[in-house]
């Protein structure tokens, strides 16, 4: 080979070799701005769980999966293992896009803290303390469906979701296609979207009509599962004792209510979403729905309750006495709570239809003693987070209105409510001997004559120790009256596995 030759190969592979490695070069430079793009959109979908789990990455393997949160709620798990969580209206702190991350900034292990209060635009505006430690949260691979960082869930997780931020359906629409639903909560916006051939997605959207920065209410207020979801299945329980209701009445009757013990295993009804939430069926009585005869239980209680049937919207029902007690027991076992039920329609339907006849001779009295309640707590209901302005403005008046219009769907009213009822107890000194899930008022109505008329008592200034069973019994009638009915069968449209995008 000639010089010539020699010379002209060594030159076409050095150039060859140059080549490569400006292509290699300019690959990796791709390949680690399209890394460093792909880490900024998952730590923009993750928010302060992007560092969470994080796995080392090596070059001949492949990039591990982002981990998050496994969230599970049911009745047998509690809320990843809390009962009593603390919720807000609109999330606080740092929270990434993903549906999932902001529905964790809105649910808390415990209460948030008043930081402290500025000046905005001529107004007092609270900061709060964000104290969100979800640390004890085991972490799973996160799924990664259409660009979106998903985590599993179980539809039992997704009832209890509804059931704890209090959510009510309002669209529902199902085809060929697929299905699709709606369920706004006091929380923020629930939607649920399953395309044929496709997983089914859950997403969770804030509000977007109020802000966190400019609330008059304070940041969160608890609530707890395990009542969420007995609530949710149409179950009142005290201890050991636990009875179930039945479902809305399917024509206008007449109907006898008949009390089953240990019969909730044999129904139909919640029976199955009670099981998936890790009930124990066999431990409930039944109240059971049956074809009235004129010649049965003479001495009985007729009442009107709604009805499905297509000519008529009530139904009657006779009570005997043994089941009148069954439903006082009921209404005093009703549990305390902060923020209206996502409840059972059945046990919504019976226990009004029970007791507001008593509530209404009490109605106006209660009323009245608001005014006056919220002057003596003013400095407990500012100390909880409630702003000044509101406190000394509509804060009494929008809870007279609440309690006089005898329902509604705003959970806002019901917190204002129920916080001026605890504020009393506090100023009375009885908070802790006080217990707020059992009365004996209901029960004490059924001995007492139906002609003897209401029982006086005060709720502002002149509020007494004998009126502290009145008061909270005649508050969790309210909250129940307030409260929103939640179909227990939707989970029928779902799959077993959901991802929460």
């Given at each position: 080979m000639s010089p010539s030759s020699t010379s002209t190969t060594v030159l076409n592979a050095a150039l060859s070799a140059v080549a490569i490695a400006t292509m290699l070069q300019h690959m990796m430079r791709e390949m680690s701005d399209t890394k460093e793009v792909e880490a900024q959109n998952t730590?923009?979908?993750?928010?302060?769980?992007?560092?969470?789990?994080?796995?080392?990455?090596?070059?001949?393997?492949?990039?591990?999966?982002?981990?998050?949160?496994?969230?599970?709620?049911?009745?047998?798990?509690?809320?990843?293992g809390i009962n009593e969580v603390h919720l807000s209206r609109v999330p606080h702190g740092e929270t990434g896009t993903t549906c999932w991350s902001i529905l964790l900034g809105t649910i808390y292990p415990r209460a948030l803290s008043i930081d402290f209060s500025e000046m905005v635009q001529g107004k007092v505006v609270t900061r709060t303390?964000?104290?969100?430690?979800?640390?004890?949260?085991?972490?799973?691979?996160?799924v990664n469906h259409e660009s979106q960082l998903c985590?599993?869930?179980?539809?039992?997780?997704?009832?209890?979701?509804?059931?704890?931020?209090?959510?009510?359906?309002?669209?529902?629409?199902?085809?060929?296609?697929?299905?699709?639903?709606?369920?706004?909560?006091?929380?923020?916006?629930?939607?649920?979207?399953?395309?044929?051939?496709?997983?089914?997605?859950?997403?969770?959207?804030?509000?977007?009509?109020?802000?966190?920065?400019?609330?008059?209410?304070?940041?969160?207020?608890?609530?707890?599962v395990d009542k969420c979801v007995e609530m949710m299945a149409g179950i009142i329980s005290d201890g050991a004792w636990k009875v179930a209701f039945p479902g809305r009445a399917k024509h206008a009757g007449p109907w006898l209510l008949q009390e089953r013990p240990k019969g909730f295993g044999g129904a139909?009804?919640?029976?199955?979403?009670?099981?998936?939430?890790?009930?124990?069926?066999?431990?409930?009585?039944?109240?059971?729905?049956?074809?009235?005869?004129?010649?049965?239980?003479?001495?009985?209680?007729?009442?009107?309750?709604?009805?499905?049937?297509?000519?008529?919207?009530?139904?009657?029902?006779?009570?005997?006495?043994h089941e009148a007690q069954v439903l006082a027991k009921a209404l005093d076992c009703l549990p305390w709570s902060s923020l209206s039920w996502s409840l059972h329609r059945g046990l919504k339907d019976v226990l009004l239809a029970h007791g507001k006849p008593v509530m209404n001779q009490y109605r106006v009295q209660l009323a009245s003693g608001f005014q006056a309640g919220v002057s003596a707590s003013r400095a407990a209901l500012i100390e909880r987070g409630w702003a000044s302005e509101f406190v000394d403005g509509p804060m009494a008046s929008m809870a007279e209105s609440a309690i006089l219009s005898g329902s509604g769907n705003s959970?806002?009213?019901?917190?204002?409510?129920?916080?001026?009822?605890?504020?009393?107890?506090?100023?009375?000194?009885?908070?802790?001997?006080?217990?707020?899930?059992?009365?004996?008022?209901?029960?004490?109505?059924?001995?007492t004559s139906s002609n003897s008329g209401p029982v006086a008592f005060f709720a502002g200034e002149q509020f007494r120790a004998a009126d502290m069973?009145?008061?909270?019994?005649?508050?969790?009638?309210?909250?129940?009256?307030?409260?929103?009915?939640?179909?227990?069968?939707?989970?029928?449209?779902?799959?077993?596995?959901?991802?929460?995008a």
């Open positions: 730590t923009k979908q993750l928010g302060r769980w992007s560092s969470a789990g994080r796995k080392a990455i090596y070059l001949w393997r492949q990039p591990s999966p982002p981990l998050g949160p496994q969230v599970t709620a049911r009745l047998a798990d509690k809320f990843c303390n964000v104290s969100n430690d979800w640390s004890q949260i085991h972490l799973v691979a996160l985590v599993k869930i179980s539809r039992a997780t997704l009832m209890t979701l509804f059931a704890l931020t209090n959510a009510r359906p309002i669209y529902r629409y199902s085809s060929a296609a697929g299905h699709r639903s709606a369920y706004p909560s006091y929380c923020g916006q629930w939607t649920i979207s399953w395309p044929i051939g496709k997983p089914c997605v859950v997403r969770f959207a804030p509000h977007d009509s109020h802000s966190a920065a400019t609330d008059v209410y304070p940041p969160s207020f608890p609530a707890r139909h009804g919640t029976r199955h979403l009670y099981n998936m939430q890790g009930g124990k069926v066999f431990e409930v009585d039944l109240l059971a729905l049956v074809p009235w005869t004129s010649n049965e239980h003479e001495n009985t209680v007729k009442l009107e309750i709604p009805a499905l049937g297509e000519t008529t919207n009530h139904a009657v029902l006779y009570v005997p006495k959970g806002d009213v019901v917190r204002i409510v129920v916080a001026i009822v605890e504020c009393l107890l506090q100023r009375a000194g009885v908070v802790d001997e006080v217990n707020l899930d059992r009365t004996d008022f209901w029960s004490r109505q059924l001995e069973d009145i008061l909270v019994a005649l508050t969790k009638f309210f909250v129940l009256e307030w409260s929103q009915e939640l179909d227990y069968l939707l989970y029928h449209d779902l799959p077993v596995e959901i991802l929460l």
